[in-house]
């Protein structure tokens, strides 16, 4: 069969053998996410930013994030109003694994777009019903509110939720919105690929990992620390540094030249295995 002219499943694209194919899937999880309308266009863009760290990184979640996860439930555990923030990327790759994690912390999930519209907004709230939420805040136009701060669509938040909450969990987010939720006295927990980005920087505690491996790693986390008592939860959180975890992220980034030449004798092994046949 002509695999140039087929259309249709990505399977017959992506053969299991190619060194590259869960990285490949992931891809096309968001491509159809963009088509059944969740993803924006530059949601594909900001995938391709984070896949490029996610290289650097050796596509594994670092210490250093295991650690930022612990803290980052630990503290979602103690506040009194948690809110997850889920935008068109993030209904596309984690639907499920995103409403596993809302049922473990007991935060409402809320449709919060930088490219706001109402299709968008109700496609995604259909995914995550469809993934098994049973509300899903930010689209009820009677609950519409303003986080002061922003000029763009990001204001937009839910009286029953964001607007109330203690704490939000955001990803693939713009700085703006982070540095306003943190202005208006709400705890960030960012998930952001790169540790230098506004939103990185800006959030209270910041997970530098692929939001594919750490939602699932958090849902984890949340059951594990539900049996711990509050003062051990506080101690978690005091211990624990936001500033020592993004310069961890970029040391761990920096070393990755030392894959290069370990990198370049598989290479050279290909090359060979393929002239053999
Ligand atoms: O809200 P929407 O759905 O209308 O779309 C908003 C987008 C995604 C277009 C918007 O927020 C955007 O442009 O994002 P940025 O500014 O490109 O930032 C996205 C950040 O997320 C970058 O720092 C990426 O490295 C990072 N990122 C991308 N994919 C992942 C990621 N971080 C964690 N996991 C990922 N899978």
Do not use: W
């Not at 935008?87 to 777009?113: H, R």
């Not at 370990?262 to 290479?267: N, R």
């Amino acid at each position: 069969m002509n695999l140039l002219t087929e259309t249709g499943s990505t399977d017959n694209f992506i053969p299991d053998d190619h060194p590259r194919s869960e990285s490949l899937r992931i891809r096309h999880k968001l491509v159809e996410g963009f088509e059944k309308g969740l993803v924006a266009k530059a949601g594909l863009i900001a995938h391709g930013r984070g896949e490029a760290f996610d290289y650097l990184l050796g596509e594994k979640t670092i210490e250093s994030a295991e650690k930022a996860i612990q803290a980052s439930v630990a503290q979602m555990l103690l506040c009194k109003h948690p809110v997850i923030s889920v935008n068109g990327n993030v209904a596309a790759l984690v639907a499920e694994e995103i409403v596993g994690l809302s049922e473990a912390v007991s935060a409402p999930l809320e449709v919060n777009l930088f490219y706001r519209s109402r299709e968008r907004e109700l496609a995604i709230q259909e995914a995550l019903l469809e993934a098994g939420a049973k509300q899903v805040l930010g689209v009820d136009l009677d609950h519409r509110t303003l986080l002061p701060g922003i000029s763009h669509q990001r204001r937009y938040v839910d009286d029953r939720g964001i607007a109330n909450a203690d704490i939000v969990l955001v990803m693939l987010e713009d700085g703006d919105r982070t540095i306003a939720l943190r202005a208006a006295n709400k705890f960030v927990v960012a998930i952001d690929l790169n540790p230098l980005s506004r939103t990185a920087l800006a959030g209270s505690f910041t997970i530098v990992d692929n939001l594919i491996r750490s939602i699932p790693l958090m849902t984890k986390m949340a059951d594990k620390l539900k049996g711990k008592d509050v003062v051990e939860l506080q101690q978690i959180i005091d211990t624990y540094s936001h500033q020592r975890t993004l310069e961890d992220a970029l040391r761990v980034m920096g070393q990755s030249y030392k894959q290069v030449a370990p990198m370049l004798d598989s290479i050279i092994v290909a090359i060979k295995d393929k002239q053999k046949k």
